[in-house]
T-cell receptor, first 111, second 114 residues
Framework: QQQVKQSPQSLIVQKGGISIINCAYE??????FPWYQQFPGKGPALLIA?????SEKKEGRFTISFNKSAKQFSLHIMDSQPGDSATYFC??????????FGTGTRLQVFP | DAGVIQSPRHEVTEMGQEVTLRCKPI?????LFWYRQTMMRGLELLIY????????DSGMPEDRFSAKMPNASFSTLKIQPSEPRDSAVYFC????????????FGEGSRLTVL
């Protein structure tokens, strides 16, 4: 029940395309859903986050879509760029700060 | 402002040796987390502290692993004795308690046990 399932494991997108990464959870007590971005040799960094009281959040080219009834949320990267090539992790937590991460998606954007 | 500082960045050791990883959290943060990252298992939470007190160590693999936080600016993760299956990147992260999910990660310590 503590797991966050993420797919796909890897994703190849052409420059300018849309990248979509999906996550699903079981624990309805989760109330915070961030996405982290990790470049090789670096630690993950917070990219964008959402709480379950809204269905969508957009920051620049990055959008989180949240479906509370389905217990699913996804990251959309519009106009994907080679600089977006990284590993993306979804995560979920309750108010005690314990973040549970998905298994990660390696995104490669080709020019 | 300095971020989370981890040392060493790389450690190569032989099976059976003791390994100590160190972390300095961001000043003012009162929650500290140790994660382990491998290709097979992704990011696993090992232990986290709040106000220097261990809150949840259910992710610590076994008794060979121990973590301490003697003060608000320093934490260690120790493996004794180390085994090849401990090879991974170990991340320390800190946060302001109450700002759920906003973790700031260090650059990690890559451990190789031969």
């Amino acid at each position: 029940q503590q797991q966050v399932k993420q797919s796909p494991q890897s994703l190849i997108v052409q420059k300018g395309g849309i990248s979509i990464i999906n996550c699903a959870y079981e624990n309805t007590a989760f109330d915070y859903f961030p996405w982290y971005q990790q470049f090789p040799g670096k630690g993950p960094a917070l990219l964008i986050a959402i709480r379950p009281d809204v269905s969508e959040k957009k920051e620049g080219r990055f959008t989180i879509s949240f479906n509370k009834s389905a217990k699913q949320f996804s990251l959309h990267i519009m106009d994907s760029q080679p600089g977006d090539s990284a590993t993306y992790f979804c995560a979920a937590s309750m108010t005690n700060d314990k973040l549970i991460f998905g298994t990660g998606t390696r995104l490669q954007v080709f020019p | 402002d300095a971020g989370v500082i981890q040392s060493p960045r790389h450690e190569v050791t032989e099976m059976g040796q003791e390994v100590t990883l160190r972390c300095k959290p961001i000043s003012g943060h009162n929650s500290l987390f140790w994660y382990r990252q491998t290709m097979m298992r992704g990011l696993e939470l090992l232990i986290y502290f709040n106000n220097n007190v261990p809150i949840d160590d259910s992710g610590m693999p076994e008794d060979r692993f121990s973590a301490k936080m003697p003060n608000a600016s320093f934490s260690t993760l120790k493996i004794q004795p180390s085994e090849p299956r401990d090879s991974a990147v170990y991340f320390c992260a800190s946060s302001l308690s109450g700002r759920t999910g906003e973790l700031f990660f260090g650059e990690g310590s890559r451990l190789t046990v031969l």
